[in-house]
């Protein structure tokens, strides 16, 4: 995690210690589960903690913002956006329950109190927040139609509410597919080392009142 501080100096000690410690239980849970290629769990920090770091140089939130990170997967980025944001609330969602019962254990042993795990699918669910996350879940078309009853309209903060999504891919095709522009995107390989793995990656904020002229994915047939 060290290589990670001058990068982002807007973190404080307890908040990497406390990465710190998230870093050793996914290394710990990674050799039961496969929450991350085993062939890329020496790069935890660099290729799966630092984008999802990356968010606190463009995102504040107000204190009791209510995010939920659907298709958390091991906790990324919801966990360690829950370090970022300790008076933010955060859901994190994964209809696989191995999953949760990892991000579940994470949260136990890290006294996390502003997060709440479940098992679910996003599309059955219709609490109330102010930024739904993902990591590359799913087409950004099937993600927003699973996602956008969780969103509050109106809500104030750094950026306008909606979806902030952790992307890759040629921008033009993702419009094309979408029929959506984000209002938002934050280009990750500049910032991290320029490092090629970062190539084309970025986070991308889709507001809340865009959603709705997002073309419905097809069905299967």
Known sequence: MQNLHSIFPELNEAQWAKLTEMAALHREWNEKINLVSRKDIENLERHHYAP?????K???????????DVGTGGGFPGLVLAVLYPTAEFTLVDSVGKKILVVEDIVKRLNLKNVQPIVARAETLSHDHDFITG???ADLRTFVHQTKQLIIHGVKHSL?????????GDPAVEKANSGMNP???FELRPLL?????FEGKRIVLYRSQDLPKCKKPDLPA
Not at 160 to 168: A, C, F, R, S, T
Not at 193 to 197: A, I, L, M, P
Request: with cysteine.
């Open 52 to 56: 999802c770091i990356a968010a606190i």
């Open 160 to 168: 306008p509410n909606g979806i902030l999504y952790w992307q890759g």
């Open 135 to 137: 990591r590359a879940v």
């Open 183 to 185: 209002f938002f995107s």
């Open 193 to 197: 080392w320029n490092d090629e793995k």
């Open 58 to 68: 463009f995102l504040q939130l107000q204190p009791g913002a209510k995010v939920i």
